[in-house]
């Protein structure tokens, strides 16, 4: 027995040993692999970004410059781009390859100049990489995915946007990699004549312009550690607030708010708008108001105005109706009012427990002063949201602990729909920088309390993309609630993918911070399992259109239903914009440029 025990003794070190061994090769491993496929992502964006500014100047010899001598294909063929269907002015068509053929680079010049020849004048051209799918390094080879995106004027002097997604195969030639293939996987070109919709804005009374926040700038709210947020202020929401059958409009604004009443209009007379935010009783300044949401909150046939504030707490305005001088009055009652902290960004209203009344989730991002996101790939640090019982005197009470709603990811939209039809309202929760939930409203238990059940993985409504908004509707007109996420579906897929996800996890090792960020990779593991191979193309695979069968559960089809072209997608909503019965959607998109396209 203490032979045996000896033995023991003698080989715990080995072993330990052995286990330091094996953990530092594979931390070799990994940092070789990451540093490999930053080196190879950096290098073919290179490429890429003066790939498309030879498209930008319809320069064929600078873009011939990108494909090796010996360029070969035994079997591709020259784009080609065949008509889908056309409607309402606007034309949808497919790209293709036509016949195989022998390709060398005589052929690709060719291919080049009829392209290029498809179109008068470019407003943009991008070719952004997308996936890094094989490396070779002893062979300095790699096989790129990228997605070509190029808007202008085509021969018919209509405006054209065109999405194609290519792959290359590379291969290095000193300090520059060399097109040896390439093969179209999918494209299409949308066209149009731009008559659908006129601008009027000016013409009709709205002037507004948006401003930052100015606490922003001073010492006390400066967002050192995240400034991007003094960026990203404010909404629009319209609402007829006076009763008088006529959508009015309200801008909110990191400085100066504004509501504007429609005066209303008719085929002989403009539609105007005229701003009555000082006569309705609303301050002329009020600062970080990022949502204005018209509700009746006391239930008495007029809408009441809730504004959320990110410096502070809520503010409610109560409707008044019309005032002495013909214009509806606002009262503030905001004090007593119990709408809780600031670093509110997004905000909804329903009657989440049946009683009768209007309630309020709050949904919170970070302190930008203080935080940043403690990962860029899937983040849980937000200062928590809020579910506001109205109490029926516009008053409201925090319920959040006892519903199980407080949802502490970086939230940029909510929304309620009733997706499992049994009555009472559910909630969606689109988060910044990792996933999304969705919360199943279970009703009231035994003690009267309502609470809620994070469901989205079982739903199959989980979804890591960056959420900007949610919007629920029925665009597949089959009687249930399907919902639409506004994601970032960028050019950086290949930046997550997963042996850059294990160097993130050896590094927060090595760096002693892995006891912070041990939740958070316990999580990724219980959602998306050992394999993050894919995970990259989750986070920034763009907006979700989730599709409900009816039973509750969601599938996800975006690639399918072509609802997830590329951009940074802030909000979204659900519209019959041509009246033909199927429901349309719209999302607006856009983001501060730097000074090339590197960002996107």
């Known amino acids: 027995m203490a032979t045996k025990r000896r033995r023991i003794l003698w080989a715990l070190p080995l072993l330990l040993l052995a286990a330091v061994l094996w953990a530092g090769a594979q931390a070799r491993r990994i940092n070789n692999e990451a540093e490999i496929l930053a080196a190879t992502g950096t290098d073919a964006i290179k490429m890429l970004k003066a790939y498309a500014e030879g498209i930008q100047h319809k320069d064929v010899e600078s873009l011939l410059e990108h494909y090796a001598q010996d360029y070969s294909n035994p079997a591709q063929g020259f ?26 680079k005589a052929e690709i010049e060719e291919q080049l100049q009829q392209f290029l020849a498809s ?24 096989v790129l995915r990228s997605v070509l995106w190029v808007r202008g004027q085509d021969l018919e002097s209509r405006t054209f946007e065109t999405q194609a997604t290519l792959r290359f195969w590379v291969q290095r030639h000193g300090e520059t990699l060399l097109i040896h293939r390439q093969e179209l996987l999918s494209g299409e070109t949308v066209s149009g004549d731009r008559r ?65 009443r429609n005066l209303g209009g008719s085929q002989s007379s403009p539609l105007r708008f005229e701003d009555v935010t000082v006569q309705v009783g609303l301050p002329q300044e009020e600062f970080g108001v990022n949502i204005g949401l018209f509700v009746d909150f006391d239930n008495d046939g007029d809408l009441d105005l809730f504004e959320s504030r990110f410096m502070a707490g809520g503010l409610l305005y109560r409707n008044d109706g019309p005032g002495a001088d013909g214009y509806t009055v606002f009262t503030d009652v905001s004090a007593s009012a119990n709408l809780g902290r600031g670093f509110v960004t997004v905000a909804a209203a329903a009657d989440y427990d049946l009683d009768g009344d209007v309630d309020l989730y709050l949904g919170r991002y970070l302190d930008p002063r203080k935080e940043l996101p403690t990962t860029l790939f899937y983040t849980r640090n937000g200062q928590g949201n809020s579910l506001l019982r ?38 969606y929760v689109a988060n910044d920088f990792g996933r999304n939930a969705l919360l199943r409203n279970e009703g009231k238990g035994e003690d009267g309390i309502v609470r809620f059940s994070d469901v989205s993985q079982e739903a199959g409504a989980l979804d890591f993309g960056f959420g900007m908004s949610a919007s629920w509707g029925d665009p597949d007109n089959d009687g249930d609630l399907d919902i639409y996420v506004s994601n970032v579906h960028s050019g950086q897929r ?18 002693g911070t ?59 909503t659900f ?23 590197d960002d996107l």
């Open 79 to 104: 784009w080609e781009q065949v008509t889908r269907n056309e409607r309402d002015g606007v034309r949808l068509s497919d790209w293709r390859s036509g016949t195989p053929r022998e390709f060398s």
């Open 119 to 142: 179109f008068t004048t470019l407003e943009m051209a991008k070719l952004k990489l997308t996936a890094v799918e094989e490396i070779r390094p002893e062979e300095g080879t790699a």
């Open 196 to 260: 659908g919709f006129s601008e009027i804005a000016r013409a009709s009374g709205i002037d507004f312009v948006a401003q930052q926040n100015p606490l922003f700038s001073t010492p006390e709210w400066t967002p050192e550690k995240f400034g991007i947020l003094r960026y990203g202020p404010a909404g629009v929401s319209a609402a007829d607030y006076d009763g008088d059958g006529w959508d009015d409009l309200f801008f909110a604004d990191g400085r100066a708010p504004r509501l504007y």
């Open 390 to 427: 109205n109490d029926g005197d516009l008053t409201f009470t925090d319920v959040t602990a006892s519903a199980g709603v407080r949802e502490g990811g970086l939230t940029l939209g909510v929304a309620w729909g009733d997706y499992d039809r049994d009555g009472d309202p559910d909630l």
């Open 494 to 511: 290949w930046y997550g993918q997963a042996i850059t996800l294990y160097h993130y996890l050896f590094n927060s090792v090595r760096q």
């Open 514 to 572: 892995i006891g912070q960020d041990l939740a958070t990779f316990r999580e990724i593991y219980r959602y998306a399992g050992a394999d993050w191979s894919d995970y990259g193309d989750s986070m920034v695979n763009g907006n979700s259109l989730l599709i409900n069968d009816g039973a509750g559960h969601f599938t996800e089809v975006p690639e399918a239903t072509r609802t997830n072209p590329f951009g940074w997608y802030w909000g979204s």
């Open 575 to 597: 519209l019959d914009y041509d009246n033909d019965g199927r429901q349309d959607l719209y999302a607006a998109n856009g983001w501060i440029s730097g000074r090339t396209y």
